[in-house]
């Protein structure tokens, strides 16, 4: 009961966050948004210490079946946007965008490893819990509906712009095997907590101890 309160009461300002910022675009050729410039706020260390202690822990389940396919993305998020390009104008700052919702100029800092990157095609949209990881977690198992929410996830911290440079480092890696620089140690943790426990996920034992001690050093 506890996981489900906290979702609900985590899950209700950003749902609103992203609607204004979709609302923004409505009629406009090229334009200048005041950027928020992060995803949306996970809870914090010790909500997510509570909820990392109700997760189920077990051993990863096998890759047998996977594809990148079965997890649809980028989907259409009204205005001639999809979810990469809304993310990116969420994440950046002085983002512009051209009458296809395509972002032509801006910047983003990439919270993993601290590079500013001022060209959109320098900058990934990481699924903070990788889509592979997903699928070792229980995602095997779900509807393809809830595939494409996962992929997609705008109301919370499952996206981030960052570096391409990054991404490819962090790879389908769990906290046990990859975690970004010092600086966002604490909000990397707390998000994927967050996002395992909306989607009723697992935890392998190596990876709910990385996340503790994390978490214990918040």
């Not at 992203?18 to 406009?28: E, F, P, Q, R, Y």
């Not at 948004?33 to 210490?49: D, K, L, V």
């Not at 010092?182 to 935890?203: E, I, L, Q």
Request: aromatic fraction near 6%; charged fraction near 20%.
């Amino acid at each position: 009961m506890h996981s489900t309160s906290l979702y609900a009461r985590q899950a209700r300002a950003p749902l609103a966050v992203g609607a204004a910022l979709c609302g923004l675009l409505i009629g406009l050729t090229l334009m200048t948004p005041a950027a928020q410039a992060a995803p949306p706020t996970p809870p914090s260390a010790g909500e997510a210490r509570t909820v990392l202690a109700g997760l189920t822990e077990a051993v990863e389940g096998s890759m047998d079946g996977y594809s990148r396919d079965l997890f649809p993305h980028w989907i259409d998020q009204g205005d001639r946007c999809n979810t990469r390009e809304v993310v990116l104008e969420r994440d950046g700052e002085d983002v512009q965008r051209d009458d296809q919702c395509r972002a032509i100029g801006g910047s983003w800092l990439s919270e993993f490893d601290g590079a500013t990157l001022n060209d959109a095609a320098d900058v990934d949209i990481d699924h903070l819990v990788p889509l592979a990881e997903a699928w070792r977690s229980g995602a095997r198992d779900w509807s393809a509906a809830k595939r494409r929410s996962f992929a997609n996830n705008l109301s919370a911290a499952q996206l981030i712009a960052v570096s391409a440079t990054s991404n490819r480092q962090k790879g389908d890696k769990d906290p046990a095997n990859w975690l970004p620089r010092d600086a966002y140690h604490c909000v990397y943790a707390r998000s994927w907590v967050w996002v395992k426990n909306n989607y009723g996920m697992t935890v392998d034992s190596a990876e709910k101890a990385a996340l503790t001690s994390t978490l214990n050093n918040c």
